[in-house]
């Protein structure tokens, strides 16, 4: 089976193994890697709160709720795209827009009154509609398809044990870093639209809010119709782990999961008095490397940006989006051992590695100059109630297409449709 595939949940796996055993008797939790993660994390967050302060610390144990979350509801955006774009899926879509319509419920009220902890001050997360984004988002869908994961599949992937998608997270730094350098072309050179907020009406947030469950209610509504129009595989039911023990070793519906991203990304907004992202850490990674071998970053014109440079100052263990990604990676990695599937998977063959990389570049590259990733524009963008959000959606699935017809030069294959219609 190849990693650049979406894994089946370990309850998934140990039932093909042998439909007879009971999920509950194989594969224990894995105490020792458990264990590790556990004071991994709990050491990380101390040097976090001791070098950079209380809030980095929350936000970096906001990651690790988020890298658990992300494990046990197997939450794909890379793959409820493939399914809709290849056999009219659209299970993981309405799990997408359940996701989105809370998290709008959660942030109408948080953006409208100023609500936030201690000294955030909670802002949108909008920005301006040019060739940027629609580029970039395009990109990115390619990418996606083409390295197997999105930004945050790559980083539980990675903390689950899935070796392999480092070399995905290594096209990610580079093209993460490579599109920060080349931002300003992007933004200033070419024409754009200032950002557009729907709530910038008379009706306010509340307008916002009602508008914005009209366009998911429609989404919902499309899946269906799309659904019967073709015919598509239906929507397994894996064997899960019973009784409270489901907590830690099972795993859990879409809908959970749905639910539980929407809570976090809302606090993640209460603490940081931003929205939820993760593409922002790799360029900063990335340009930190540079640093290193004795390149001058800091002239950048993206990283001279004052709010930008601040950032870089910062460091990797004070950025917000830093910082949750580590956390993310530490999660995942508990909740993988907890449920006994904790895995190193060390061989790739050289089509699939090339793939992975390539598609790490274009989706690092396209989330810079499109403003963020799933998460930040995406997630991030439509319960911000931005526009912005929305068109990088859209553009995201047009790239699946073309994603999805170059798979097969790198080895992986896309979903087929069956005669069962769900």
Request: net charge positive; charged share 10%.
């Amino acid at each position: 089976m190849s990693i650049l595939q979406r894994s089946p949940h370990p309850t998934q796996r140990r039932a093909d193994a042998s439909a007879s055993v009971p999920a509950e008797q194989s594969a224990p939790p894995q105490a020792g890697i458990v264990i590790a993660g556990v004071l991994g994390a709990a050491a990380l967050g101390a040097v976090i709160h001791q070098r950079s302060g209380q809030t980095p610390a929350i936000l970096f144990a906001i990651g690790v709720a988020l890298g658990f979350v992300l494990f046990h509801s197997r939450f794909g955006f890379t793959s409820a795209w493939r399914q809709l774009v290849a056999v009219r899926q659209g299970h993981a879509l309405r799990a997408h827009m359940l996701m989105l319509a809370v998290a709008c419920t959660l942030f109408a009220p948080i953006l409208a009154n100023g609500l936030a902890f201690g000294d955030a001050v909670p802002a949108p997360t909008l920005a301006p509609i040019g060739f940027g984004l629609f580029v970039g988002s395009f990109l990115f869908g390619v990418g996606m398809q083409l390295g197997g994961s999105c930004a945050s599949g790559t980083l539980f992937a990675i903390g689950s044990g899935q070796s392999a998608i480092l070399i995905t997270l290594a096209g990610f730094i580079v093209g993460s870093t490579v599109g920060a350098y080349h931002f300003p072309w992007w933004t200033n050179d070419l024409p754009a639209h200032a950002p557009v907020s729907l709530a910038d009406t008379p009706a306010g947030y509340l307008g916002a809010w009602a508008i914005s469950l009209a366009v998911m209610g429609a989404v919902v509504a499309a899946t269906y119709l799309i659904a019967r129009r073709g015919s598509v595989p239906p929507v397994e039911s894996a064997p899960v782990v019973r009784g409270a023990a489901r907590v830690v070793r099972g795993s859990w519906p879409l809908w959970v999961g749905a639910l539980l991203l929407a809570g976090l990304n809302a606090l993640t907004l209460l603490v940081s008095g931003g929205a939820w992202g993760v593409t922002f850490a790799f360029s900063l990674w990335g340009s930190k490397l540079l640093d290193l071998v004795g390149v001058d970053v800091t002239s950048w014109t993206f990283w001279s940006d004052p709010a930008n440079a601040a950032k870089y100052n910062a460091g990797v263990l004070a950025e917000k989006t830093s910082v949750m990604d580590l956390g993310i990676i530490l999660g995942a990695l508990i909740a993988s051992a907890a449920a006994g599937s904790w895995i190193a998977h060390r061989k790739i063959p050289g089509r699939l590695a090339l793939g992975a990389a390539i598609g790490g570049i274009l989706m690092g590259y396209g989330a810079r100059i499109a403003f963020g990733c799933n998460i930040g524009a995406y997630f991030g963008g439509i319960a911000s109630f931005s526009l912005h959000g929305w068109l990088w959606g859209v553009m995201a699935i047009v790239g699946t297409f073309a994603g999805l017809a170059l798979r097969p030069a790198f080895g992986l294959t896309n979903p087929r449709p069956t005669d069962s219609v769900c």
